[in-house]
Nanobody, 115 residues
Framework: QVHLVESGGGLVQAGGFLRLSCAVSGTIYSINTMGWYRQAPGKQRELVAS???????EYAGSVKERFTISRDYADNTVFLQMNSLNPEDTGTYYC?????????WGRGTQVTVSS
């Protein structure tokens, strides 16, 4: 069974930075798109950034120029570098992967940005 485990969340002041990591464990036959979603209290879960197996990336408009998604193909890990954080970035960040032809989600890591 495949699992995604996020790490790197925490409390940071506005203008600060965090780096999230997501490690894939289990028996892997195929990994396609991986990405990060977030959910703020009272809001729907939204895509933050994604990266395809070929390296193409996609970002939400609100995080472009501030966040960078990357992937270590050897270690099956995906990262999200978040710079210039603001309070609107607060939420639970979930790692996502289309792995072994299934949608797999992590349990989430909390990011809180204080003003």
């Amino acid at each position: 069974q495949v699992h995604l485990v996020e790490s790197g969340g925490g409390l940071v002041q506005a203008g600060g930075f965090l780096r999230l990591s997501c490690a894939v464990s289990g028996t892997i036959y195929s990994i396609n798109t991986m990405g990060w979603y977030r959910q703020a209290p009272g809001k729907q879960r939204e895509l933050v950034a994604s990266i395809r197996s070929g390296g193409a990336t996609e970002y939400a408009g609100s995080v472009k120029e501030r966040f960078t998604i990357s992937r270590d193909y050897a270690d099956n890990t995906v990262f999200l570098q978040m710079n210039s954080l603001n309070p609107e970035d607060t939420g639970t960040y979930y790692c996502y992967g289309f792995i072994n032809w299934r949608d797999i989600w992590g349990r989430g890591t909390q990011v809180t940005v204080s003003s």
